[in-house]
């Protein structure tokens, strides 16, 4: 195992992943609700690309039962094998998501959830240039990051270390405005309603949920 950021968190993600399975089949979570969000303002069969994308459920599976066009990245091996089981429509890509290259404008939507703040905070803001730079003029991005304020987070995540890396929710939306995202919702929300029993590993945490949309082309 490498002791990179990448290193620790690709080696954890390997390591949980059915336990990772249950807990995306079974958590309250807004992602749903903020993909639904995403697909209304988008075109019949938009392409999407979704970072993150574990073992492809609840997002690919959904994206594709809506007549989606699916590209997914996860950075776990096996979070892809158990994707690829499941979301055989979908085009499936393990790796590190900062080393990904596509053409500018080349997806109508992109989705990143419970992904963002496992970068280190200096990659943050690249990787959302390129996220930004991948979206067609006025197209769609979802997403939650994290809310403290803190460069560097390691941790235990069920038994095995894990990296976190996070601005602040002032610093998230100035950075998301300089690059040039219209913010068109932001809600800060307690993982699971606040309502998670102590032994959660979400317990206590909290996430800064966005819709941002590229500003269209100057005419």
Same mark, same amino acid.
């Given at each position: 195992?490498?002791?990179?950021?990448?290193?620790?968190?690709?080696?954890?993600?390997?390591?949980?992943?059915?336990?990772?399975?249950?807990?995306?089949?079974?958590?309250?979570?807004?992602?749903? %609700?903020?993909?639904?969000?995403?697909?209304?303002?988008?075109?019949?069969?938009?392409?999407?690309?979704?970072?993150?994308?574990?073992?492809?459920?609840?997002?690919?599976?959904?994206?594709?039962?809506?007549?989606?066009?699916?590209?997914?990245?996860?950075?776990?091996?096996?979070?892809?094998?158990?994707?690829?089981? %499941?979301?055989?429509?979908?085009?499936?890509?393990?790796?590190?998501?900062?080393?990904?290259?596509?053409?500018?404008?080349?997806?109508?939507?992109?989705?990143?959830?419970?992904?963002?703040?496992?970068?280190?905070?200096?990659?943050?803001?690249?990787?959302?240039?390129?996220?930004?730079?991948?979206?067609?003029?006025?197209?769609?991005?979802?997403?939650?990051?994290?809310?403290?304020?803190?460069?560097?987070?390691?941790?235990?995540?069920?038994?095995?270390?894990?990296?976190?890396?996070?601005?602040?929710?002032?610093?998230?939306?100035?950075?998301?405005?300089?690059?040039?995202?219209?913010?068109?919702?932001?809600?800060?929300?307690?993982?699971?309603?606040?309502?998670?029993?102590?032994?959660?590993?979400?317990?206590?945490?909290?996430?800064?949920?966005?819709?941002? %949309?590229?500003?269209?082309?100057?005419?």
């Amino acid at each position: 195992m490498s002791d990179t950021p990448e290193g620790i968190v690709k080696y954890a993600y390997d390591n949980i992943a059915e336990w990772y399975l249950q807990w995306a089949e079974s958590q309250k979570s807004p992602r749903q %609700r903020y993909t639904k969000m995403l697909l209304d303002k988008l075109q019949p069969s938009p392409s999407i690309l979704e970072l993150g994308c574990g073992p492809g459920i609840p997002i690919v599976k959904m994206l594709l039962d809506q007549g989606a066009q699916v590209v997914a990245n996860d950075i776990s091996t096996k979070q892809i094998e158990m994707a690829k089981a %499941r979301c055989p429509g979908a085009k499936l890509v393990a790796g590190d998501m900062t080393t990904l290259t596509f053409e500018p404008a080349s997806f109508h939507g992109v989705i990143s959830f419970y992904t963002l703040f496992h970068l280190p905070r200096p990659k943050l803001k690249a990787m959302l240039v390129k996220i930004h730079g991948w979206l067609k003029p006025g197209c769609i991005f979802v997403f939650n990051l994290a809310t403290i304020d803190e460069e560097e987070i390691h941790g235990e995540f069920l038994g095995y270390g894990m990296f976190w890396s996070s601005y602040g929710v002032d610093e998230n939306r100035a950075m998301l405005t300089e690059i040039g995202f219209d913010i068109l919702q932001e809600e800060v929300l307690q993982a699971g309603d606040g309502k998670l029993e102590e032994g959660d590993p979400d317990y206590d945490a909290e996430f800064m949920w966005v819709v941002a %949309r590229k500003k269209e082309s100057p005419t």
